[in-house]
């Protein structure tokens, strides 16, 4: 699997959320709303998710590994870093 694109959008404020990035997988499937979480250990990705009827969020796709977790989180992250000034306004 190689990711091929990467598409980050940064929000500004002191909000948790930091952007919204989009993946392409092999130049053929794309995977929207990943977003980027200033947690209390740093940033991390989080999946795509949609909120169920019991209040719980849970996501619609996620990697089946922790390694493809691992190299999707670190072209997110570098990607977000990377457009340090491109800031969306909320």
Avoid: W
């Avoid at 002191?14 to 995977?31: G, H, M, P, Q, S």
């Avoid at 209390?40 to 019991?54: D, W, Y």
């Avoid at 996620?62 to 000034?85: G, L």
Wanted: with cysteine; aromatic share 6%; proline share 3%.
């Amino acid at each position: 699997m190689e990711i091929t694109d990467v598409r980050v959008k940064k929000f500004s404020g002191e909000n948790r959320l930091k952007a919204i990035a989009a993946i392409t997988i092999d130049d053929c499937f794309v995977v929207h709303e990943l977003r980027v979480i200033d947690g209390k250990e740093g940033l991390f990705v989080a999946m795509p998710s949609r909120k169920m009827p019991n209040g719980e969020f849970k996501d619609v796709a996620h990697p089946i590994n922790q390694e493809t977790r691992n190299k999707i989180e670190a072209i997110v992250i570098e990607a977000y870093e990377s457009i340090e000034d491109e800031i969306v306004e909320e």
